[in-house]
């Protein structure tokens, strides 16, 4: 039998983001994922998992300013030492909340760029955070997203994401298959 967890960020929002572990609780789940946590004290969050019995499954890297339309800076050629300290970021909220794998989201295909520094950027970046996340013993997810909801994200499909991680070459790189935006491609 499958397991699911509640994504916080989608489900529960006739709530406060604090007081929706307390309705995944009582909603029968045992894990809890939401996109991002850094906008609160990884205290806070911990003190939830643990008064609700939760665990975290996943959470994201910080993808860049999402308000702006950002949608991860990976593979954004000049964002290499934001993408690595929001992986050092990642690590620290991870860590604390035992949280086991966390989530690249590849970003918008900048305009402009050749498409062969963008795939070098992504690639490198993935191979460093492979690397950092797995010293701390951390998968390393990366999904595709839909095009109609996202357009212009760099990974839509999931044949994508498979010649990605071949090309980075890193053991500690998984896909992260999105039922949701896979049935729409």
């Known amino acids: 039998m499958p397991k699911f967890c509640a ?21 029968g789940f045992k894990g809890v994922e939401y996109l991002f946590p850094y906008a609160w ?6 003190e939830k998992l643990d008064a609700f019995g939760l665990s975290q499954a996943l959470h994201n890297l910080p993808a860049g300013d999402w308000n702006k339309g950002e949608r991860g ?8 030492t934001a993408f690595q300290e929001g992986v050092g970021k990642a690590i620290e909220y991870a860590k604390a909340l035992k949280c086991p794998q966390v989530n690249c989201l ?9 498409a062969d520094k963008v795939r070098k950027t ?5 191979r460093f955070a492979a690397a950092a996340l797995e010293k701390e013993g ?4 990366v999904e595709a997203l839909n095009d109609k909801d996202v357009p212009g994200f760099y990974l839509v499909r999931t044949a994508d994401v498979l010649s990605l991680i071949k090309e980075v070459g890193h ?12 049935q729409i491609m």
């Open 7 to 27: 994504n916080l960020t989608m489900l529960f929002n006739e709530v406060d983001f604090l007081d929706r572990f307390e309705k995944a609780a009582k909603a």
């Open 41 to 46: 004290k990884k205290e806070q969050l911990v």
């Open 73 to 80: 800076i990976a593979c954004l050629p000049g964002r290499e």
């Open 106 to 114: 590849a970003g918008l295909t900048p305009a402009g760029v050749p």
């Open 122 to 126: 992504l690639v490198s970046n993935l």
């Open 138 to 141: 951390i998968r390393l997810l």
């Open 171 to 182: 053991a500690n790189v998984y896909v992260q298959y999105d039922v949701y935006h896979m």
